[in-house]
């Protein structure tokens, strides 16, 4: 079956650390999508991509960065993480045209110490 | 401008019907969504509506849609344990495709 997975699931990393968090998908959707969940806040989105080599800034994207080299694969990294930047961080991906078709993976906790 | 709001908390007895409800300011939103958080897990889609629709039934839940007043309502009949989670309501506008709006989230409480 086709699925969006996240790795780590959980990851505790220091302050100024570079930190970068995987995010594959098996729907060869051509939209991916990075949030991060923040109690209040709901999910803010950091950064997307309509497909290979395209990205975009989305609400909250100072100090995150992404590259789309395949279709399958959005990592999400943190040049110099922060203590601000401890979240649950989500991907989710979409088919182009199909906005009503939309996939969350697992969620990754990220601590930053 | 793009802005959703939830109330935070609700808590219902086992067996009466919750309604939650979300409110956003952009009259040009197409879908809107309703996704459910269950403790330590990912976001799960539960129920879509277009906005040319009033109305949707899909089983236990019942999904309102008053776009004069922009107001989005989450009706879920019989409520069971099972259900007590996070609630997001969620838009996403014609120009941006795919990209999600989301209200900070209503908490379902369902005491036995």
């Known amino acids: 079956d086709a699925e969006i997975t996240q790795s780590p699931r959980h990851k505790i990393t220091e302050t100024g650390r570079q930190v970068t968090l995987a995010c594959h998908q098996t729907w060869n959707h051509n939209n991916m999508f990075w949030y991060r969940q923040d109690l209040g806040h709901g999910l803010r989105l950091i950064h997307y991509?309509?497909?290979?080599?395209?990205?975009n800034k989305g609400e909250v994207s100072d100090g995150y960065s992404v590259s789309r080299s395949n279709t399958e694969d959005l990592p999400l990294t943190l040049e110099s993480a922060a203590s601000s930047q401890t979240s649950v961080y989500f991907c989710?991906?979409?088919?182009?045209?199909?906005?009503?078709?939309?996939?969350f993976g697992p969620g990754t906790r990220l601590t930053v110490t | 401008g793009e802005d959703v709001e939830q109330s935070l908390f609700l808590s219902v007895r086992e067996g009466d019907s919750s309604v939650i409800n979300c409110t956003y300011t952009?009259?040009?939103?197409?879908?809107l969504y309703w996704y459910k958080q269950e403790p330590g897990a990912g976001l799960q889609l539960l129920t879509y509506?277009?906005?040319?629709?009033d109305m949707k039934q899909d089983q236990r839940l019942t999904v309102l849609l008053n776009k004069k007043d922009k107001h989005l309502s989450l009706r879920i009949a019989d409520t069971q344990t099972g259900d007590s989670a996070i609630y997001f309501c969620?838009?996403?506008?014609?120009?941006?495709?795919?990209?999600?709006?989301f209200g900070q989230g209503t908490t379902l409480q369902v005491k036995p």
């Open positions: 952009d009259s040009s939103s197409t879908y």
């Open positions: 969620a838009e996403v506008l014609v120009s941006n495709t795919g990209k999600l709006i």
């Open positions: 509506i277009f906005s040319n629709m």
């Open positions: 991509s309509y497909g290979v080599q395209d990205t």
């Open positions: 989710a991906s979409s088919e182009q045209g199909r906005p009503y078709e939309q996939y």
